[in-house]
């Protein structure tokens, strides 16, 4: 009932969305709403590790998301906790599983499924947040694919 | 004559055709909304109501800014002047044909008296 699909498919091979998607110096294109807006991630990416990624306006308190992985499957499957912070502060905690799946050479399906939302309303405020996340995997992977990632 | 830009005509006139749409409109007129918040009125699934407001957004009806995980929608009504005007020319336009017509016709009765 609460959960959430969202389902993108990205020109270029898994590796590189699975990379693009966990890499700390990617995240500030995912989360950032503007240039300035403050982005910071950690991410011990394997079983047990924590990720951690906070963002927002200069000057603001960040919002806060803490993930545990519970699968690293490079670079096809990740699962992981994630325990997300709204605006009013509150928390809640989801199982989410991302596949990257190969459908054709260089084009590369990406399918999250979040579940264990407390209230379809959560379930929507957050689905209201991934497009613009995916948007910006996108920018990352088309520059990776275009040119040697130098970190 | 002004010039109006035909494709922004174009995404305004095509977003504003759908009453959903124009239904998320008057309920952003209310005041600025989360998708949670917005969905609630709707008898609509999430995906389809996700469609509506990136239709809305791409023809700047609506501006959404980044909230932590969420995304607020407010109105973008800047794009409603350019279909204002475009209306509002032709309303002239039509005002000034029937002031002649109006001329025509007393002219034709005097004519006959």
């Given at each position: 009932m609460s959960d959430l699909r969202l389902e993108r498919v990205y020109a270029t091979d898994p590796e590189t969305v699975f990379d693009a998607f966990t890499d700390p110096d990617a995240q500030k294109e995912l989360?950032?709403?503007?240039?300035d807006w403050v982005v910071t991630s950690t991410c011990d990416?394997?079983?047990?590790g924590r990720w951690t990624i906070e963002f927002g306006p200069p000057g603001g308190p960040p919002a806060r998301e803490t993930s545990v992985f519970?699968?690293?499957?490079?670079p096809h499957r990740l699962g992981y906790v994630a325990t997300m912070t709204m605006p009013d502060g509150t928390s809640f905690d989801t199982d989410l599983e991302v596949t990257f799946e190969e459908?054709?050479?260089g084009r590369t399906r990406l399918t999250i499924l979040q579940t264990g939302f407390p209230t379809t309303r959560l379930r929507d405020e957050i689905a209201g947040g991934w497009p613009s996340i995916l948007d910006g995997l996108g920018r990352v992977v088309a520059a990776r694919a275009a040119g040697p990632h130098r970190p | 004559m002004v010039r109006y830009s035909s494709s922004t005509l174009d995404r305004t006139f095509a977003a504003l055709s759908d009453p959903t749409r124009r239904e998320i409109l008057d309920r952003l007129a209310e005041g600025p909304a989360t998708l949670g918040e917005l969905r609630r009125p709707f008898d609509m699934t999430l995906p389809g109501l996700m469609k509506h407001v990136r239709v809305l957004e791409e023809a700047q009806l609506v501006v959404t800014e980044k909230k932590g995980r969420t995304r607020e929608c407010r109105l973008g009504?800047?794009?409603l002047d350019d279909a204002a005007q475009w209306i509002e020319t032709y309303r002239r336009r039509w005002e000034r044909r029937l002031d002649r017509l109006g001329d025509y016709l007393e002219r034709q009765k005097g004519a006959r008296a």
């Open positions: 989360y950032a709403d503007a240039p990416l394997r079983v047990g519970t699968v690293v499957d490079r459908e054709a050479p | 009504a800047e794009q």
